[in-house]
């Protein structure tokens, strides 16, 4: 996956349901520009530093993505491989857990059938 990629995508995470009018009047970039950027087309060095701006904007709102954030930069200094492992394991089991727990619906029982 390509930086472009990934920073559509986290940007896409940050805003689901925002329009291409939206992103358009956010970002300063013309909405046919935006059409094509969302499309494949290769983006500017600006387009992408507005995006990722942007995305650092959202992400400083939220102390815990942050503290997470520069733990992790510290963490890839100081820890050998065997324990960077680990953690990104155990990240890695919470995410599925949690992917798995939006799909499961909880039945809705009536009294009368407990009873």
Do not use: C, W
């Not at 290769?42 to 701006?53: A, D, N, T, W, Y």
């Not at 953690?87 to 039945?107: C, E, G, H, Q």
Request: charged residues 30%; without cysteine.
């Amino acid at each position: 996956m390509t930086l472009q990629q990934k920073t559509i995508q986290r940007y896409r995470h940050f805003f689901p349901n925002e329009t291409l009018r939206e992103t358009s009047a956010r970002t300063n970039i013309q909405i046919t520009r935006i059409f094509r950027l969302f499309n494949g087309k290769k983006m500017k060095v600006v387009e992408l530093e507005r995006f990722e701006q942007i995305i650092n904007q959202k992400i400083a709102d939220n102390p815990s993505i942050q503290r997470l954030i520069k733990t992790m930069d510290e963490a890839s200094l100081h820890l050998n491989n065997e324990e960077l492992t680990k953690i990104s394991d155990y990240i890695a089991r919470k995410m599925y857990v949690r992917s798995l727990s939006k799909t499961y619906t909880n039945p809705v029982l009536d009294k009368k059938e407990i009873a």
